[in-house]
Every structure is written in C-alpha cells, then in structure tokens.
C-alpha cells in the first residue's frame, strides 16, 4: 500500500512488478494504481491504474476481489 507520490521511491521495484503483471512505468506524478496479486500466478493479477494525478484526486484506481481458500 502507498500514500500520496509511491513514484519517486519505486525505481528499485518495477521488474518485480512487471513479473507480477503491474506495469506501472507510464504512471505520472500522483497517478495511482492498485493490484492484488499472487506470486507465480501473473496472469491472475488484478491491476488498475490511472495515470494523471488530476483523475487520481477525483476516482483513484482501485481493485475490488474476494479472496477465497487458502
């Protein structure tokens, strides 16, 4: 979880990212994004993104799941 501009600290995570299926490299200053996701399983990542910091104040991104199992 992130708060207010993740972007600046997250150069050192983006290929770990990218293997979870969350290309985040096109979010601008205050964009936002979320995913859930499961190691090993990038095709089942739940992701979204908005890139403007200007749409993230009015309707950040947001994933909604339900999470089943164990």
Known sequence: MTA???NRQLSNALSAL???GVDVADVEYRGSFAFIAQKGYP???AFRKVLRGEESKTAPAR???II???
Request: glycine residues 6%; negative net charge; charged residues 20%.
């Open 4 to 6: 207010d501009e993740p």
């Open 18 to 20: 990218l293997q979870l």
């Open 43 to 45: 095709n089942k990542t």
């Open 63 to 65: 994933v909604n799941a």
């Open 68 to 70: 089943t199992g164990t």
